[in-house]
C-alpha cells in the first residue's frame, strides 16, 4: 500500500493533515460570511475524513450555494492568507464578539475556564474564535470539496436552536481526494440499507419503531444459515447452549454494576406488581447465574456457555442506521468460567475461533487493539489496580504467544476489565468493533462465584466474556457491504436459480428442484412465459450465483447449462455431476476454491 493510500490518510491523518482541514474550515466560514454577512458562526472541528461547520443563517442553502461557497473558498485558498494569531482578555474578546454580532462565540468565552487563554486566527479580514493549530497560510490547502448539508442544534440539544452544517473535505493532494470520492461512490453501490432493500433481506416499520428491524425471508435465511454456523462451531469447541430471558430483576444490573455504568443505554423500567424488570442489554449476569446454579470442582473447569441472546439498549434515533446501528439485537455470545491458570489458553482458543471464522467469510482487513483502561478515570473503571494490572498483562502475553501485532487503546476497556477488540475495517475504511474477547475478574467477586480446587478449598473463577461474530445486525450488515450483496453460496438465501426456456420444461425443472431441496440446497424455479433473457437479468440483480438454463437438449442429455454469477456462461454441465459440486461447496461453508465455476 502507497504512502498516499487514502485507507492510510483515513485511519491515520497526519498532524499536517488535520491542521489543513482545520484551517479550511475557516476558509469555508469566510466564504459563507461573504455571501451572508449577517451569518451567525457556530463551532467548525475536524472530524474523521474530513471537517464540519455550523451556521445560523437567513435561510436554508441549496446545491447552487455550496457551489458558490466552494468557488470563493478557491479564491480564498489562492490568495494564500496568511493565519495570524492573536490573544485577548476575556472581556475584550467577548466584547469583539458581542461587535461582529457571533452570539454563540459569546456563549463558548463565558464557558470557558477562568483564566484559559482565548484566542483568535485571522486571515485577511476574517476573524474567527479558535484555539487553532492550523497551517501557515490558506496556499498551502490541498484539494477539499463540500459534501452536505445537514441540521444540527446548536450543542446538540434539542432546547437550542437548529443551525445548518456544512460537511466537507479536505487531503493534500487532488488524487486523494479523487481516490476518496470514488471510495464513497463505491460505498453508496455496498450500503447495506440499500442491497437489504433490493435483495429483500429486512425492513423497518413505523409502527413498531425505529432501531427494531424485521428480518425478511431472504434475510432470514442468511441469518438463520450464520446462526448455525456459529452454533456447530461452538459444540466442536466444548461450549454448552443456553437459553436466558430478555428480562431481569434491576437489580440484577445493580450487583453487576452495569446499571451505575450503563443505566442512560438502557430501557426505561417496567413496573410490575411493585417489581422493577429491565430489559437486558447484555448477557453476562444472566450466564454467571446458570454457573452459581451448582458448585463446580477444578475438574470441571473450563465451563463454555455460549447464546445466542437478543440484547436491548436506547441508541438515540439520530444514531440509528439500517442493521447496523439498531435497539433490539442478537449476540453471538459466550462466557468462559475457567480457573487462574486456564485463562491465556482460553482467550488464545476464543482468538483462533475468531480467525477461523473471518477465514471463512474471507474477511482479511482487521487488527487486533488491546483495549486498557484509564487509571486516571476511577468512576468509568472499576478501581482496583492490582486487578487491571494482573489481566492486561495476561493479555500482553497472550499476543507475544502467539506471535500477533496490535495496538494499544487507552480508555476502550470495559468497565470490569480489559479485552482484546478484532477491529474490522468497512468499506469506507473505518474500523468498527465487531469480535470481542475479555477478562473480568469483576463479575465473579461481585456475584461471589466459587469452585472447589485441586486443594478442596473453595476458589474464585476468572470469567471471560467471547463475542464471536459481533450481534446477527452488524455482522450481517458488514457483509452485505463487504460482499456487494453478492452471498457466498454457504450464505447466499438463493443458491440456484432454474430458468425454463418453455413452458413444456416446467415440470423436469420443478422435479430437479425438489431432488436438489431435498440435499439441503436452496433452488427456486422461474417457470414464467418470459423470454430468458429477461429471467437472467432477474435473477442477476438478485446476486443469484448460479442459474441453471434448462432446453429441449438439456432434458434430453441429462445435462444443464450452467451459468456462473461472476463469469457468465459456462457451458453444459452433467446434472449429477452440478448437484455433487454445488453440495460440497456449500457445505464447505467458507470461500473455497469453485469447482462448479472453474470448469
Known amino acids: 500500500m502507497s504512502s498516499e493510500s487514502v485507507e492510510d490518510e483515513l485511519s491515520a491523518p497526519s498532524d499536517f493533515l488535520s491542521r489543513m482541514r482545520h484551517t479550511t474550515t475557516h476558509v469555508m466560514a469566510q466564504a459563507v460570511n461573504e455571501i451572508f454577512p449577517d451569518a451567525k458562526l457556530g463551532i467548525g472541528p475536524v472530524i474523521e475524513n474530513g471537517f464540519y461547520y ?13 457551489e458558490e461557497i466552494e468557488r470563493r473558498m478557491t ?46 486566527f485571522q486571515q485577511g479580514d476574517f476573524i474567527d474564535l479558535c484555539r487553532g493549530p492550523h497551517i501557515e497560510s490558506t496556499g498551502r490547502i490541498g484539494a477539499f470539496k463540500l459534501m452536505s448539508v445537514a441540521g444540527a442544534y446548536w450543542r446538540g440539544s434539542e432546547k437550542n436552536p437548529m443551525l445548518q452544517r456544512i460537511y466537507g473535505t479536505a487531503f493534500q493532494k487532488k488524487s486523494q481526494l479523487e481516490s476518496y470520492l470514488e471510495m464513497l461512490e463505491e460505498a453508496k453501490k455496498r450500503d447495506h440499507k440499500v442491497l437489504g432493500k433490493q435483495l429483500g433481506l429486512f425492513m423497518n416499520s413505523s409502527l413498531i419503531g425505529p432501531g427494531l428491524p424485521l428480518w425478511l425471508p431472504n434475510g432470514a435465511i442468511v441469518r438463520r444459515t450464520l446462526e448455525r454456523f456459529i452454533q456447530d462451531v461452538e459444540i466442536e469447541r466444548g461450549y454448552e447452549h443456553v437459553y436466558t430471558p430478555v428480562l431481569a430483576h434491576k437489580n440484577l444490573y445493580e450487583v453487576s454494576g452495569h446499571w451505575e455504568h450503563y443505566k442512560d443505554g438502557m430501557f426505561p423500567v417496567m413496573e410490575i406488581d411493585g417489581e422493577e424488570f429491565v430489559l437486558r442489554p447484555m448477557n453476562c449476569p444472566h450466564h454467571i447465574q446458570i454457573f452459581k446454579n451448582e458448585l463446580r470442582s477444578y475438574r470441571e473447569l473450563p465451563v463454555r456457555y455460549a447464546e445466542l441472546g437478543t440484547m436491548y439498549r436506547w441508541e438515540k434515533s439520530g444514531e440509528l442506521s439500517g442493521l447496523s446501528r439498531v435497539r433490539a439485537m442478537t449476540l453471538s455470545d459466550a462466557h468462559i468460567f475457567c480457573s487462574e491458570d486456564q485463562v491465556k489458553d482460553e482467550v488464545k482458543a476464543a482468538i483462533l475461533m475468531i480467525e477461523d471464522a473471518y477465514r471463512r467469510l474471507g474477511i482479511t482487513e482487521y487488527r487486533y487493539r488491546l483495549s486498557l483502561h484509564d487509571p486516571k478515570n476511577t468512576e468509568k473503571y472499576v478501581d482496583n489496580p492490582e486487578l487491571w494490572s494482573k489481566a492486561e498483562g495476561e493479555l500482553r502475553e497472550v499476543f507475544a504467544e502467539l506471535d500477533m501485532p496490535y495496538y494499544e487503546g487507552v480508555g476502550e476497556a470495559a468497565f470490569y476489565g480489559p479485552k482484546i477488540d478484532i477491529q474490522l475495517k468497512n468499506v469506507l475504511g473505518r474500523e468498527e468493533t465487531v469480535s470481542t474477547v475479555q477478562v473480568d475478574r469483576h463479575l465473579p467477586n461481585q456475584f461471589e462465584l466459587e469452585f472447589i480446587g485441586e486443594d478442596g478449598k473453595r476458589h474464585r473463577p476468572v470469567m471471560i466474556h467471547r463475542g464471536y461474530l459481533s450481534t446477527m445486525e452488524r455482522m450481517i450488515s458488514f457483509l452485505i457491504e463487504h460482499y456487494a450483496g453478492a452471498f457466498p453460496v454457504w450464505l447466499a438465501p438463493e443458491q440456484v436459480r432454474i430458468l425454463s426456456i418453455a413452458d413444456r420444461h416446467n415440470e423436469w425443472c420443478e422435479a430437479l428442484a425438489k431432488r436438489m431441496n431435498a440435499l439441503g440446497l436452496r433452488v427456486k424455479v422461474d417457470a414464467r412465459s418470459e423470454k430468458t433473457g429477461k429471467k437472467i437479468a432477474e435473477a442477476q440483480i438478485r446476486k443469484i450465483p448460479y442459474m441453471l438454463i434448462v432446453g429441449d437438449r438439456d432434458i434430453e442429455n441429462g445435462t444443464v447449462s450452467v451459468r456462473v454469477r461472476e463469469k457468465g456462461d459456462i457451458g453444459p454441465r452433467p446434472v449429477d455431476e452440478f448437484i455433487a459440486d454445488l453440495k460440497a461447496e456449500a457445505d464447505a461453508r467458507g470461500l473455497p476454491d469453485h469447482p462448479i465455476a472453474s470448469v
Open 75 to 120: 479564491r480564498i485558498v489562492k490568495e494564500d492568507l496568511k493565519l495570524n494569531r492573536f490573544v485577548e482578555p476575556r472581556e475584550v474578546a467577548r466584547q469583539r464578539c458581542e461587535n461582529m454580532g457571533q452570539s454563540y462565540k459569546v456563549q463558548l468565552i463565558d464557558d470557558l475556564p477562568e483564566g484559559e487563554e482565548i484566542s483568535f
Open 54 to 66: 455550523d451556521f445560523d443563517l437567513p435561510r436554508s442553502l441549496t446545491p447552487d450555494d455550496l
